[in-house]
């Protein structure tokens, strides 16, 4: 069935560095669903509105997110479609603490994680689960993977189906979520960050932590296996140079993840515009591997943070305006069925 992305955006509250620079807010969340320029915007009086699914003001908390923008789609995984959920934004907008949030804010991947293996305990007389992991960087268009980072430079591929996927990525099989939250920790750790001048730990790289959710009913003498894949996507802020003053290594960074979000920002532009055709997805290795969650067979969820402070108005423009376009965007979803040894729940049965 077709379905649109589901687009949301999430407002920051002013953080301390905004403050002490006596910054007014120059955007307002309108009845959860909107967002307007204020009296201190210089775009104010031009028209401005915006519309999403949904709109989370500065006092949202990151499970107000997860449970509107996150936890269908994760529960489609479990039933076997695919889901993607990602967060779009400038740098130190707050995607990483909206993906994994804090200690005391736990944010959509450790919420996520914790449902997951929920759901599990309950269905295990009726079903049968296996879960398997993955943690890729993609830093300078180079693919590397996080829980064994001597293994750099992967290689993408196409699997019979027409999926792309990451050759010779570590995925091991995990039991609960403690596991999976070890192999986050462990992954994180290995993260490319680096300091700029709007950002004390930029994340320098874009992250993709997929989980793979295979699930047999018992009773089923055919032994087919549904297979759901669901990509949690953390990426690299855009930014200015002229307000994160990088030079050197950090330069070259914001170059190459300007330009992969650049491409991202042009095939979703493509499929607004309904150009299934010439769709440019192999200009960057971030949009081949989102393929799917863009125009193809999975449930996909983009949310987009936003800074309210007048001196990012016009990369908070422009990110609203990309949220706009991603609206549009249709997706086509269907129950991944393997009948074959693809299946790991499948082999495992034979040995």
Same mark, same amino acid.
């Given at each position: 069935?077709?379905?649109?992305?589901?687009?949301?955006?999430?407002?920051?509250?002013?953080?301390?560095?905004?403050?002490?620079? !006596?910054?007014?807010?120059?955007?307002?969340?309108?009845? %959860?669903?909107?967002?307007?320029?204020?009296?201190?915007?210089?775009?104010?009086?031009?028209?401005?509105?915006?519309?999403?699914?949904?709109?989370?003001?500065?006092?949202?908390?990151?499970?107000?997110?997860?449970?509107?923008?996150?936890?269908? &789609?994760?529960? $489609?995984?479990?039933? %076997?479609?695919?889901? +993607?959920?990602?967060?779009? /934004?400038?740098?130190?907008?707050?995607?990483?603490?909206?993906?994994?949030?804090?200690?005391?804010?736990?944010?959509?991947?450790?919420?996520?994680?914790?449902?997951?293996?929920?759901?599990?305990?309950?269905?295990?007389? !009726?079903?049968?689960?296996?879960?398997?992991?993955?943690?890729?960087?993609?830093?300078?268009?180079?693919?590397?993977?996080?829980?064994?980072?001597?293994? $750099?430079?992967?290689?993408?591929?196409?699997?019979?189906? /027409?999926?792309?996927?990451?050759?010779?990525?570590?995925?091991?099989?995990?039991?609960?979520?403690?596991?999976?939250?070890?192999?986050?920790?462990?992954?994180?750790?290995? *993260?490319?960050?680096?300091? +700029?001048?709007?950002?004390?730990?930029?994340?320098?790289?874009?992250?993709?932590?997929?989980?793979? &959710?295979?699930?047999?009913?018992?009773?089923?003498?055919?032994?087919?296996?549904?297979?759901?894949?669901?990509?949690?996507?953390?990426?690299?802020? $855009?930014?200015?140079?002229?307000? +994160?003053?990088?030079? %050197?290594?950090?330069?070259?960074? /914001?170059?190459?993840?300007?330009?992969?979000?650049?491409?991202?920002?042009?095939? &979703?532009?493509?499929?607004?515009?309904?150009?299934?055709?010439?769709?440019?997805?192999?200009?960057?290795?971030?949009? *081949?591997?989102?393929?799917?969650?863009?125009?193809?067979?999975? *449930?996909? $969820?983009?949310?987009?943070? &936003?800074?309210?402070?007048?001196?990012? +108005?016009?990369?908070?423009?422009?990110?609203?305006?990309?949220?706009?376009?991603?609206?549009?965007?249709?997706?086509?979803?269907?129950?991944?069925?393997?009948?074959?040894?693809?299946?790991?729940? *499948?082999?495992?049965?034979?040995?």
């Amino acid at each position: 069935m077709a379905e649109n992305i589901c687009v949301s955006v999430r407002v920051r509250p002013l953080n301390k560095r905004e403050e002490e620079c !006596s910054q007014r807010e120059a955007w307002r969340v309108v009845d %959860g669903k909107s967002v307007v320029p204020t009296e201190h915007n210089p775009r104010n009086g031009q028209g401005y509105s915006f519309a999403f699914d949904n709109v989370f003001d500065n006092v949202s908390t990151s499970e107000d997110v997860y449970d509107k923008c996150a936890r269908g &789609i994760i529960l $489609s995984a479990l039933e %076997g479609q695919n889901g +993607t959920i990602f967060v779009y /934004g400038q740098t130190s907008s707050g995607k990483t603490h909206t993906m994994q949030g804090s200690e005391s804010q736990p944010g959509i991947v450790p919420h996520g994680i914790s449902f997951i293996f929920n759901e599990i305990k309950h269905v295990t007389n !009726s079903q049968e689960f296996l879960v398997r992991c993955s943690y890729i960087e993609i830093y300078n268009e180079n693919i590397t993977d996080l829980l064994n980072p001597k293994n $750099s430079n992967l290689k993408l591929h196409t699997n019979p189906k /027409g999926g792309v996927y990451v050759g010779n990525v570590t995925e091991p099989v995990i039991a609960n979520a403690q596991q999976a939250m070890e192999l986050i920790s462990k992954g994180a750790a290995n *993260r490319q960050v680096g300091e +700029t001048k709007m950002n004390e730990a930029s994340s320098r790289s874009h992250s993709i932590f997929r989980m793979v &959710i295979e699930c047999r009913n018992k009773s089923d003498s055919s032994g087919a296996v549904m297979v759901g894949e669901l990509n949690m996507v953390d990426l690299a802020g $855009s930014e200015r140079q002229s307000q +994160t003053q990088a030079t %050197g290594a950090r330069l070259k960074e /914001g170059a190459n993840i300007n330009k992969s979000l650049l491409t991202l920002g042009n095939v &979703i532009a493509k499929l607004s515009e309904g150009e299934q055709s010439h769709v440019p997805y192999r200009d960057s290795k971030l949009t *081949r591997i989102l393929e799917r969650a863009l125009g193809g067979n999975s *449930r996909t $969820s983009i949310i987009c943070t &936003i800074t309210p402070a007048a001196v990012h +108005t016009e990369e908070t423009l422009s990110t609203l305006k990309f949220a706009t376009r991603a609206k549009t965007i249709k997706n086509t979803v269907t129950v991944n069925e393997v009948l074959d040894d693809q299946a790991l729940l *499948r082999r495992y049965k034979k040995e």
